[in-house]
């Protein structure tokens, strides 16, 4: 405390308008929730004038700093400094880069050969400045609301535009002092690539220097999983842990505590930045200077001011990390610790220590954590018990005492290399172990406005009442009742869902019943290609649809069963990506056209099918089965010989409203024969899901004809190879009167029906 102002209140109006800045302005009326605070606090005039003060200043100078999106432009020559983040993937080199006028762009370079690669391999790219020739371009779309977006991850990094380079005009070396500490970082992580094992350097990278771009996708699912994340990263703990042991050998060596505390206070930052910068890491560090200079009594501070005069810091200099995750987790956690310590001060063993410091954290950031990654670790609390320890006393530390022997005593690093690696790798196994037992996970999905705003307020309330001093026992509900209306709002939910998903060139469709009583998945989506690139051209992970477009998806919706996966047939860009959803989703039961399973492409789904014991159903016409309202009727194919495209199975769903057919690749045979048995059908208010992404084989006439559907909906990808969709298909709707929507133009299309009417919403307003 300074006097009687309260830095941790004047912080939250400073953040407010840090969202505000970005819009929309009326954000800042949640600057009212402190009125009751300030009430509370009658003595204190000056804190409140101090936060009306910093609300409407910070607001505006933020507002000055908002970049302004760049959008397609003509081609320009520009000078980049790329920053840490640059990474070479393939044959591309991309990442943020600074321009001279110190703004920020997301910068794509492609190589023109191996050897032009490989140059720039050995150099250190952030010490050199760029001057390229190229264009702004249109920022590629999302796939639907819980994908990738690449306006959003822009905006995270306060970045104006993507620009594509095609030639580089010149370089030269850069010399700053960030770019000296970039390069020393650079040259640790060589070092500890040619001397570390190859199982080691990974987390040696992360840990000592901050980097976690090698590390493997399934080994970053299992530390997800199990909620241990924050351990394979420079934190608040390793911040900590390294101060207070340099501190120590520092006074051991018979230097002044003053001496060494001003040493420490210069030293820090400039670790931050050799540590990558993340907010973490300067959450740590900044904290960490200020106790020292509380330390030295030059001035005291509250542990809760100083975090705050942090984060205020941070936001003025860099506006837009207020919207990444990691700055929020870090501040949250950091400050959820302090207003727990009456609870951690009751407790004298250091495992209920240990307990409640993951119980809290995750309490107070479970709000953050579903709203980014919609799940949440529950085998954290008890996993945290063991890891903590684990990481704290001999990992973190091990790492820290290998990479100097590997400095000053090769030949010593490699002797206990012989002992470490095994010791690793077996945590590693156990590891892989714990995070594959079931049920680890709660996914609710990411919750809607409302849910969210009553989540957080019921994470500030308890908090609130812990710092008022009341019992956990009474607080704790306060916090979980939100928790609970998130898990059980899909059952409440009356109305029915069917989204066809922006997967690019394949299908893939998703329908919620109302009541979540039931989830069926038609078909994942996948990747065509043509003709396989050079090997220095292929990118170090192949892009998946299933796990980056289907299952992020089925999570923000909150869905971790699917009834029934429903493949039409085994043409990749509808089954390539089974057994990624396979891997991360529950799936009952597998529906298949008869002889597909003889497929090459079917073989992986198959194995995962056995070994997860999930049944594997061939199915024909006149299959079919009922729930409540909804029936779902197999209406092709006829029989078992499987004929690729024409062995679609053909599913017809009828609702208390409209009815819809998903057609696969069915082509005008397989038509014919639907058109001749169920012609004279009625086929009600119907919704067709066009087939074959809209070829001119599928959607003839005398089918169009025949079922006269309301809509027809496309699945293609943009800028496709094959022309998608036909001029034919095209003046057959049009000839017909049926509207059309295409996922290439719409994004991810969803239909609501409720209480016999439609409604629609896609991605891409």
């Not at 080691?200 to 980097?211: F, K, N, Q, R, S």
């Amino acid at each position: 405390m300074i006097g009687e102002i309260r830095l941790i209140y004047i912080c939250i109006p400073v953040a407010v308008s840090a969202f505000a800045a970005y819009g929309p302005v009326l954000i800042l009326c949640c600057n009212l929730l402190l009125i009751p605070i300030f009430l509370r606090r009658k003595k204190d005039f000056l804190t409140p004038a101090l936060a009306l003060i910093a609300a409407i200043l910070s607001y505006f100078f933020i507002s000055l700093q908002v970049p302004e999106l760049q959008q397609s432009g003509d081609p320009a020559t520009i000078n980049f400094t790329w920053t840490d983040q640059v990474k070479i993937d393939g044959g591309t080199m991309k990442g943020f880069a600074r321009t001279d006028s110190n703004k920020i762009v997301y910068t794509v370079l492609k190589f023109k050969n191996e050897e032009q690669k490989l140059q720039f391999q050995k150099l250190h790219i952030p010490s050199v400045r760029f001057t390229l020739q190229g264009s702004f371009k249109d920022l590629p779309s999302a796939a639907h609301d819980y994908s990738f977006n690449m306006e959003r991850y822009l905006k995270m990094y306060g970045a104006m535009g993507m620009f594509e380079a095609n030639e580089i005009v010149g370089y030269a070396k850069n010399l700053s002092l960030s770019t000296i500490l970039s390069e020393h970082r650079w040259r640790v992580k060589q070092h500890i690539q040619e001397t570390f094992p190859d199982s080691l350097v990974t987390e040696a990278e992360a840990l000592l220097i901050g980097d976690r771009s090698g590390m493997d996708e399934d080994v970053a699912a299992s530390y997800r999983t199990l909620g241990i994340t924050h351990l394979f990263a420079i934190s608040g703990l390793h911040v900590g842990l390294l101060t207070f042991l340099l501190r120590n050998l520092l006074v051991r060596l018979s230097i002044r505590i003053e001496t060494v505390d001003t040493l420490l206070i210069i030293l820090l930052p400039l670790y931050a930045v050799m540590a990558g910068g993340a907010p973490s890491v300067w959450r740590a560090v900044s904290v960490s200077i200020i106790v020292l200079l509380t330390a030295t009594g030059r001035f005291k501070m509250r542990m809760d001011d100083a975090l705050a005069a942090s984060a205020i810091g941070f936001i003025l200099w860099q506006p837009f990390v207020v919207f990444q995750p990691g700055f929020q987790l870090s501040y949250l956690a950091a400050l959820s610790l302090i207003y727990s310590t009456k609870i951690l001060s009751r407790s004298t063993s250091a495992i209920a220590v240990s307990f409640l410091v993951t119980t809290i954290t995750q309490l107070a950031l479970y709000p953050v954590l579903l709203y980014h990654f919609y799940e949440l670790s529950l085998s954290s609390f008890v996993v945290n018990l063991v890891y903590v320890p684990l990481y704290s006393v001999i990992i973190l530390p091990g790492n820290i005492i290998l990479l100097l022997l590997t400095y000053l005593f090769p030949a010593v690093s490699e002797i206990v290399f012989i002992f470490y690696e095994p010791f690793r790798r077996m945590i590693g196994i156990c590891t892989e172990f714990l995070a594959s037992l079931p049920y680890q996970m709660w996914t609710p999905g990411q919750p809607p406005a409302l849910l969210s705003a009553i989540a957080v307020v019921g994470t500030l309330l308890f908090f609130i009442a812990i710092e008022k001093g009341e019992k956990p026992i009474w607080a704790i509900p306060i916090i979980l009742l939100p928790a609970l209306f998130l898990q059980l709002f899909p059952y409440f939910d009356s109305t029915l869902r069917v989204t066809y998903l922006d997967v690019g060139q394949g299908d893939a469709i998703v329908i919620e019943l109302p009541y979540r009583r039931g989830v069926y998945l038609i078909d994942t989506g996948g990747t065509v290609s043509w003709g396989s690139p050079a090997d220095w051209q292929a990118p170090m992970k192949p892009f998946e649809v299933g796990r980056k477009i289907v299952v992020p998806y089925l999570k923000g919706r909150g869905i971790t069963k699917i009834d029934k996966m429903i493949l039409t047939h085994a043409d990749s860009d509808h089954m390539e990506g089974a057994d990624e959803v396979l891997e991360e989703i529950r799936v009952n039961e597998i529906h298949i056209s008869p002889g597909s399973e003889l497929e090459p492409t079917m073989e992986e789904v198959l194995h995962i099918a056995k070994d997860k014991k999930i049944p594997v159903l061939a199915m024909t016409e006149g299959a079919n089965w009922s729930v409540k309202e909804t029936g779902f009727y197999y209406v092709a194919p006829e029989n078992e010989t499987y004929k690729g495209n024409d062995s679609s199975l053909v599913l017809l769903m009828t609702t208390v409203g409209p009815s819809f057919l998903f057609t696969g690749d069915l082509e005008i045979d397989g038509e014919k024969a639907i058109v001749k048995k169920y012609g004279d059908g009625d086929w009600g208010r119907l919704i067709l899901k066009a087939g074959h992404h809209g070829s001119r084989t599928s959607s003839s006439d005398a089918f169009i004809q025949s079922l006269q559907p309301e809509l027809a909906i496309l699945s293609y990808g943009r800028n496709n190879r094959y022309g998608h969709p036909h001029a034919e298909v095209v003046e057959t709707f049009e000839k017909y009167e049926v509207p059309t929507m295409a996922t290439a133009d719409h994004g991810s299309i969803t239909v609501l029906v409720r209480k016999g009417n439609y409604t629609i919403t896609t991605s891409l307003k």
